[in-house]
C-alpha cells in the first residue's frame, strides 16, 4: 500500500511507511512518475516559511490541499477513470475546518459519483451477459 502524507510542516505520528511531500507541487510531481497512492493523508494549508526551526509567516500564493484534491479528480477525469485506484481511502489532519470540509467535499462527492457509476456499468454489463 503507497500512502502519501501532504504537509509542509509536520510529520506522520504513525508507522505507516510515508512519501512525505511538503507542497501542491512536490506531491503532483510525485504522482506524475508514480499514480495516485492508494491513500493520502491532507493537510490545507500548505507554505509556511520556516527559518531556525521558527516559523515566520505564510506563502499565501501557495497551492493547497483543497487545490490537490480537485487536481486529482481532474486527473481521473481526464484518464477515464484511471487514475485513482480502486482502493483509494483518505484522511484529513488539517487544523483548518473549513479547508478540511473542502477536501472531504471534492473526493467524497466524486467517489461516491465514481464507485455508483462503476456499480451501474456492471450491473449493466451483468445484465447484457445474462440475454
Known sequence: MTCLYLDDLRVPD???SWIIVRSFEEA???MGSNSC???ISFDHDLGMIIKN???LTGDYDAKSGHDLA???VEKDLDMDGAFIPSNFTY???SSNPTGSKNIDGVLSSYLREKN???LEER???RRRNLV
Do not use: L, R
Request: charged letters at 40%; glycine letters at 4%.
Open 14 to 16: 504513525n508507522d505507516k
Open 28 to 30: 503532483v510531481d510525485w
Open 37 to 39: 497512492p492508494d491513500f
Open 53 to 55: 526551526g521558527k516559523i
Open 70 to 72: 480537485k487536481w486529482i
Open 91 to 93: 484522511t484529513i489532519h
Open 116 to 118: 455508483k457509476s462503476t
Open 123 to 125: 450491473f449493466e454489463e
